[in-house]
């Protein structure tokens, strides 16, 4: 495939048969939800708060799931842009709750750094990814100093490298993922197993669920429910990277086994970070851009840790991510 | 060791929409952007258009908290105001405005908010508990107002009377009022007309003053009020 073609050829959209199969199934699911929602008010009969969130829910998704699909069919270029726009939504967010964005300047380094991180990804060029993490971190450090006002230093750094690992760091490696041929299929796949681990989480642990997880920390999450969400997410990513993944070196059970849990793990893992950040601050959404929600943070939060590690998984079992497409396209070199 | 001390932002949690509304607003990155952008062409603009002249440049306040007055007799006026503050004060200093003129159409009240950094007072509802989060969020030490103490825009050009609203706002506290004075936006823009023409103006900052021995209540910001009108008045004199 070319580059252009890579970047901007939508009509590729559904070469393979992973992304039309998640397309119909999100598709046909928002299609059917309002029926569910109506099924479960007649026969569960939920209170009138539960009721009215679970219709919030769902008119959220219908934003939110062909704002984070329509990119990635469309192209690589899309997903990269769309992925940025992410990024700096969630720092936003987070820059807001924490005070950070007082500090101007470190704010806008941070912003600076996930612009830098997008860019190295959209240009191919993953050398400067890797080199731009360490050296960004240690613009951040740098730029603390220079307002000559030594209290506080360590907090508004840390702060700032916090936002910049999880928020650009962590998440601009979707962007990285838009540099394979085959990106399509696995950043969606990806996203579904994530999601739907909330989800499993949230319907078994409301069924089963008797012993708390971290009852400090999140205290709606049981272990029956992680264990759950642990056991279909695990079961959904094998079936789901057989077919991705076929023909590589990720194709075999154990592997496939090792990548779903790791996807589950994880996700409830980035989950329990945003919980623990809320936590410390005293608040209970992000924001309030997504009724029924909170904030853009809250949805995608299980995202932040998972993308580097299937990222990386990925790219060490197979020949690479991103592997005989053309490097530094903007560049060049 | 000492705690870490975290404080999210004034207006946090609330959606953009209540966000432009709300007086507890503070500038984002985006907005301190659009903030020091706007009035780096305001700047221009007055110079160019205006030729205007600033009495009295060292008077202005170099720190926040504080209250900048002086007489309304034209949209002009908030313009002149804020032109000359230091820029890296832009995203802290706050216009107050009529909610009923500048928030009640949504596109007008972005601009307001984005580009002025406008904050809404309303006329008729619920003024004195606006007033007085108003003067909590002054108390806090991180913000400075532009206001003008007679309400509205004088329809004949000459001074009326100032509201004790201002007195709200500082009495009882060391927060320093900065009387001032406009002359010539009446000539340039005076209400009703669609555009501004092409007149001098010309802003005299006077000394500031604090009200921190006056009682917080009706006296008092009757007292506050009317002394700061009497200082308007000897700028305008001079």
């Known amino acids: 495939m070319n580059t252009m073609e890579r970047l901007f050829g939508w009509r590729h959209a559904f070469d393979h048969p992973v992304s039309l199969g998640i397309t119909v199934c999100v598709g046909a699911l928002l299609l059917l939800a309002p029926l569910l929602i109506a099924l479960v008010n007649r026969l569960a009969r939920p209170e009138p708060r539960l009721r009215r969130e679970l219709w919030q829910r769902y008119t959220s998704w219908l934003v939110i799931a062909p704002a984070v699909m329509l990119p990635i069919l469309a192209g690589a270029a899309w997903t990269i842009l769309a992925v940025t726009a992410l990024s700096l939504a969630c720092y936003a967010e987070y820059a807001r709750a924490t005070g950070l964005f007082r500090e101007k300047l470190l704010s806008a380094l941070v912003v600076g750094g996930i612009l830098a991180l997008n860019f190295a990804a959209l240009d191919h060029w993953y050398a400067l990814f890797a080199a731009l993490v360490p050296l960004w971190a240690g613009l951040l450090v740098v730029a603390g100093i220079l307002g000559d006002r030594p209290q506080g230093y360590i907090q508004w750094v840390a702060l700032a490298l916090l936002g910049f690992m999880l928020f650009g760091a962590a998440l601009a490696h979707l962007s990285l993922f838009a540099n394979d041929a085959n990106y399509r299929p696995m950043l969606l796949m990806l996203l579904l197993c994530v999601q739907l681990n909330d989800v499993f989480a949230f319907c078994v642990g409301k069924t089963l669920g008797r012993r708390k997880l971290a009852p400090n920390t999140s205290p709606g999450k049981t272990l029956e429910g992680s264990l759950g969400a642990l056991l279909l997410t695990t079961l959904l990513a094998v079936a789901l990277g057989r077919l991705v993944f076929a023909g590589t070196a990720l194709e075999s059970w154990p592997l496939l086994v090792l990548m779903g849990a790791m996807i589950s793990v994880l996700g409830q893992l980035g989950d329990l970070t945003l919980s623990s950040i809320k936590r410390d601050l005293g608040i209970k959404d992000m924001g309030a851009l997504l009724p029924g929600h909170g904030g853009v943070l809250d949805r995608f939060n299980s995202v932040l840790l998972a993308a580097p590690a299937l990222f990386h998984l990925a790219h060490y079992l197979l020949p690479a991510v991103g592997h005989g497409q053309a490097a530094r396209i903007i560049t060049g070199g | ?238």
């Open chain 2, 1 to 238: 060791m000492r705690a870490w001390h975290y404080t999210p932002a004034a207006d946090f949690g609330l959606a953009p929409g209540e966000r432009v509304k709300c007086v507890r607003r503070e500038a984002g990155l985006v907005a301190s952007l659009l903030l020091r952008l706007f009035w780096a062409l305001v700047r221009l603009y007055l110079r160019v258009w205006h030729r205007i002249r600033v009495q009295g440049l060292e008077n202005l306040p170099r720190e926040t908290p504080f209250v900048l007055v002086a007489n309304h007799t034209s949209h002009l006026d908030a313009l002149v105001l804020g032109a000359f503050l230091p820029s890296r004060l832009r995203d802290r200093v706050y216009p107050i405005s009529a909610g009923d003129t500048f928030f009640a159409k949504r596109s007008v009240g972005w601009f307001a908010a984005l580009c002025l950094n406008a904050l809404p007072l309303w006329r008729r509802k619920t003024c004195a508990r606006a007033l007085s989060e108003l003067r909590e969020r002054l108390a806090g030490g991180r913000c400075g107002y532009i206001l003008f103490p007679e309400g509205t825009r004088a329809r004949d050009g000459e001074l009326a009377g100032f509201k004790p609203g201002l007195g709200m706002l500082v009495a009882g506290t060391a927060t320093p009022v900065i009387p001032c004075h406009i002359e010539g936006a009446f000539a340039a823009w005076p209400p009703g007309k669609r555009l501004p023409r092409p007149r001098r103006l010309t802003l005299r900052v006077g000394k500031a003053v604090a009200f921190g021995d006056v009682k917080d209540e009706r006296t008092g910001w009757e007292a506050v009020a009317l002394a700061v009108r009497l200082q308007v008045q000897e700028l305008a004199a001079t």
